[in-house]
């Protein structure tokens, strides 16, 4: 499985912006496709998650209301929309996918088998 990510930049504190993330290779219809990211001098952490069958999400609390995670299946694709941005939200995303990671691990990085390259993005006080 080959993970695609890209849409980061740069914006201000209160903007907007999508994060697009494309599958390809072998992929699993009970997959859990994910966003991490990390912060210069953090830990790696968890964002968003979408079950491909199904399409239950999950969120961290930091992020609820403010980004909503989506899949389209036809073109194998996750997206991440994230308004209200924060300077906090300053970092490298990163998506992920599994495909089998049950509810009590979805939020831990080391639950996901298939990485993609990061992303930057930069919100600006």
């Known amino acids: 499985v080959q993970l695609q990510a890209s849409g980061g930049g740069l914006v201000q504190a209160g903007g907007s912006l999508s994060l697009s993330c494309a599958a390809s290779?072998?992929?699993?219809?009970?997959?859990?496709m994910g966003w991490f990211r990390q912060a210069p001098g953090k830990e790696r952490e968890f964002v968003a998650a979408?079950?491909?069958?199904?399409?239950?999400?999950y969120y961290a609390d930091s992020v609820k209301g403010r980004f909503t995670i989506s899949r389209e299946n036809a073109k194998n694709t996750v997206s991440l929309q994230m308004n209200s941005l924060k300077p906090d939200d300053t970092a490298v995303y990163y998506c992920a996918a599994d495909p089998a990671v049950g509810l009590a691990v979805v939020k831990l990085a080391r639950a996901y088998k298939y990485w993609g390259q990061g992303t930057q993005v930069t919100v600006s006080s």
């Open positions: 290779g072998r992929t699993f219809s009970s997959s859990v």
């Open positions: 979408i079950r491909w069958s199904g399409g239950n999400t």
